[in-house]
């Protein structure tokens, strides 16, 4: 049984006793919430292509409007959307009534001034023998210097009268030729082989020409050959280099992906709303002739790429060790790093604890950045993310801990 002297011996050992459990207790509900857990992905090796993306329209290589440069009513139409042409091929024709009679009227006019021609050169000729003539008389004082002066300006005026006849002629001609060419123009004529894109007028409908060529047809020259026109922004034009291989996805076909080839950088700057974009051709094979003018293409231009490069996850590049609490409970900053691995760095995972690691980046994806150098392998684990244990649950079912005595 034990004494009263016993019990006082042995109080204090009792006291320390629930003290130390006291203590166990809070740190057991208080310092496990803030044990950190981490996600983490794996290092791995891969090819990695670092690009630059750019929407833009694909187009026909060569597209040519064809119009017209005389004003009339369409009479016949010869082909229609899609039609395939050859060079020369007769496409629509516009009546041709008016200028027939033109070319007619031009051709009479030549006529009259051929026939004036001849009327002066016979006044030429009449004027010259009575000129010969009076100076045969003069000389045999047989008229007087008045008569031989007389046929001298009649002689020189008929030789001016068939000059202006020989130019009358010549004008005639012209307007012949210019009248023949209005009819001529009447045909339209496809001027390259392709594919009739568009067709914009009917027939019956009446074509001005008078300040502005009428557009017709717009006729593709080859379909199996495409160009895409991108506009990419000024801050990734320094980027881009000719034959740099490309590529793209279009809406109507989703689940594909096009090649193509980089084959012009343009130097002339297009600015919408205080934004500087250049454009850029990409060459396309078409030979299926999937493609189609006008769709849109989602370019993306491969700018460097490495075949087996080591990589990891932009995450981890982004990652922060998160402060730890010390033990009066307050934040405490994170060690600043060694005056050597300032710079790129990201943190491992080692038998269960963080350590930093510097690394040497080189080109990135988006979503996968090169390690140029730096102490990793394939396979290690590199944090990407830190967790609370308190945080897992935001809901607990049990009592809430800050209430436990």
Do not use: C
């Amino acid at each position: 049984m034990l004494t009263r002297e016993m019990l006082k011996k042995r109080v204090p050992i009792i006291a320390g006793i629930v003290l130390v459990l006291a203590a166990g207790a809070y740190f057991a509900f208080h310092g496990a919430g803030n044990e950190l857990k981490f996600r983490t992905d794996k290092v791995i090796r891969g090819s990695i292509n670092q690009t630059v993306t750019a929407s833009g329209t694909v187009n026909a290589v060569t597209t040519v409007l064809v119009g017209t440069q005389v004003s009339g009513t369409i009479k016949s139409l010869y082909v229609d959307f899609n039609s395939p042409v050859k060079k020369g091929q007769l496409l629509a024709l516009i009546d041709p009534a008016t200028f027939e009679a033109q070319a007619d009227q031009a051709r009479a006019n030549l006529g009259a001034a051929r026939a004036n021609l001849e009327k002066a050169a016979a006044a030429e000729l009449d004027a010259k023998r009575t000129f010969e003539r009076n100076r045969t008389l003069f000389a045999r004082n047989l008229i007087a210097r008045s008569d031989l002066d007389t046929a001298e300006t009649n002689y020189s005026s008929a030789v001016a009268q068939v000059a202006a006849a020989r130019a009358q002629v010549e004008q005639q001609k012209a307007s012949l030729k210019a009248a023949e060419i209005n009819l001529k123009y009447t045909r339209i004529l496809s001027p390259v082989d392709g594919i009739v894109i568009s067709r914009n007028v009917d027939v019956g409908q009446t074509v001005a020409a008078s300040f502005q060529t009428p557009t017709l047809f717009n006729i593709a020259q080859d379909l199996t050959r495409m160009q895409i026109d991108t506009s990419v922004a000024e801050a990734d034009i320094g980027k881009i280099q000719v034959k740099q291989p490309v590529d793209f996805t279009v809406d109507a076909y989703s689940e594909n992906t096009f090649k193509g080839t980089v084959s012009e950088i343009r130097n002339a700057p297009i600015t919408v709303q205080n934004v500087v974009t250049y454009d850029v051709v990409v060459k396309v094979d078409n030979s299926d002739l999937r493609l189609k003018p006008g769709m849109t293409a989602n370019v993306s231009i491969v700018t460097a790429r490495m075949a087996d490069a080591l990589k990891i996850s932009n995450l981890a590049l982004r990652f922060r060790m998160p402060a730890e609490k010390s033990g009066s409970g307050a934040a405490a900053a994170p060690s600043a790093p060694p005056p050597d691995q300032k710079g790129t760095s990201i943190w491992v995972l080692e038998n269960k604890t963080p350590k930093r690691v510097p690394i040497r980046t080189g080109i990135s994806d988006g979503t996968y950045t090169e390690v140029v150098s730096g102490d990793l392998k394939e396979g290690q684990e590199v944090i990407i993310d830190s967790l609370a244990k308190g945080k897992q649950n935001s809901s607990p079912s049990g009592p809430n801990p800050r209430f436990f005595r």
